[in-house]
């Protein structure tokens, strides 16, 4: 990867300019059988949607902050980047009447509620299918995203200092996800280009979101992100990492 890269959203790019076509994100939900996977172009593709839909449909501006009430999910990974890409702070669990915004799965839509800004809610179905009923007060992500530019260019970028994520009520600056990134990747077991990581751990702190997504991105390397893994027994376990290909594993 780039030495140069300094947020988020810049490991991506890079990311894109090396290896277009490789896998980044295979995500497992075991307690309804869903296998996604997405290459680097396919999931630049969605967040550049997602970032467009931040900038111009709901006038997201740097340092806005988007409560993202979300679980471990390939859509999450793409709203951490798509903040990433506009300089929206992502508060990842954060006080919906704090922020800006808010970003919202099924199960989170009544704390939501307390956002006074845009609402936005993630059926989390297979295929980034949309809800049956869309939730009042809601825009439903899988209506509005797929009419997005699939190009995404800042109206002001983010400088690489200013407030990037909060985990678990810590605050990183886009240098700091990056750097701790680089830093804690080899302590996973990601060794570089080709290591592929499953995690089987929530988002809701930085270790999560480190094994679950911005470490495999810091080195060029890839993540089987699996929720509800408590459902997937032992011998099946060991079945994927052997399918999968995995070299390194944090559940």
Same mark, same amino acid.
């Given at each position: 990867?780039?030495?140069?890269?300094?947020?988020?959203?810049?490991?991506?790019? &890079?990311?894109?300019?090396?290896?277009?076509?490789?896998?980044?994100?295979? +995500?497992?939900?075991?307690?309804?059988?869903?296998? !996604?996977?997405? &290459?680097?172009?396919? +999931?630049?593709?969605?967040?550049?949607?997602?970032?467009?839909?931040?900038?111009?449909?709901? #006038?997201?501006?740097?340092?806005?902050?988007?409560?993202?009430?979300?679980?471990?999910?390939?859509?999450?990974?793409?709203?951490?980047?798509?903040? =990433?890409?506009?300089?929206?702070?992502?508060? !990842?669990?954060?006080?919906?009447?704090?922020?800006?915004?808010?970003?919202?799965?099924?199960?989170?839509?009544?704390?939501?509620?307390?956002? #006074?800004?845009?609402?936005?809610?993630?059926?989390?179905?297979?295929?980034?299918? %949309?809800?049956?009923?869309?939730?009042?007060? +809601?825009?439903?992500?899988?209506? /509005?995203?797929?009419?997005?530019?699939?190009? +995404?260019?800042?109206?002001?970028?983010?400088?690489?200092?200013?407030?990037?994520?909060?985990?678990?009520? %810590?605050?990183?600056?886009?240098?700091?996800?990056? /750097? %701790?990134?680089?830093?804690?990747?080899?302590?996973?077991?990601?060794?570089?280009?080709?290591?592929?990581?499953?995690?089987?751990?929530?988002?809701?702190?930085? /270790?999560?979101?480190?094994?679950?997504?911005?470490?495999?991105?810091?080195?060029?390397? =890839?993540?089987?992100?699996? %929720?509800?893994?408590?459902?997937?027994?032992?011998?099946?376990?060991?079945?994927?990492?052997? #399918? /999968?290909? !995995?070299?390194? !594993?944090?559940?």
């Amino acid at each position: 990867m780039n030495a140069t890269d300094r947020t988020p959203a810049d490991l991506l790019g &890079s990311a894109l300019a090396a290896d277009p076509g490789r896998p980044l994100v295979t +995500f497992y939900d075991d307690a309804t059988g869903e296998r !996604v996977e997405l &290459s680097v172009a396919t +999931f630049a593709n969605w967040v550049a949607k997602t970032a467009n839909l931040l900038q111009d449909e709901l #006038s997201a501006e740097p340092g806005d902050r988007a409560a993202l009430l979300l679980p471990a999910h390939w859509q999450t990974a793409v709203w951490l980047l798509a903040c =990433s890409s506009v300089g929206v702070l992502a508060d !990842v669990g954060g006080d919906p009447a704090a922020a800006d915004l808010v970003v919202s799965g099924p199960d989170a839509l009544e704390a939501a509620r307390a956002c #006074s800004g845009s609402r936005i809610a993630l059926a989390l179905r297979p295929l980034g299918g %949309r809800f049956p009923q869309p939730p009042e007060g +809601f825009a439903d992500y899988a209506v /509005e995203v797929p009419g997005q530019g699939d190009r +995404f260019v800042p109206y002001a970028p983010a400088g690489p200092e200013e407030p990037a994520l909060i985990a678990a009520g %810590r605050e990183f600056s886009g240098a700091e996800v990056v /750097e %701790r990134a680089r830093a804690e990747a080899q302590t996973l077991g990601l060794t570089g280009p080709g290591s592929r990581i499953l995690s089987g751990l929530p988002y809701d702190t930085w /270790e999560g979101l480190a094994a679950g997504l911005y470490a495999p991105l810091a080195t060029g390397g =890839s993540v089987v992100l699996c %929720r509800n893994l408590d459902q997937l027994g032992a011998d099946a376990l060991a079945k994927r990492i052997e #399918s /999968e290909r !995995v070299t390194a !594993v944090a559940h």
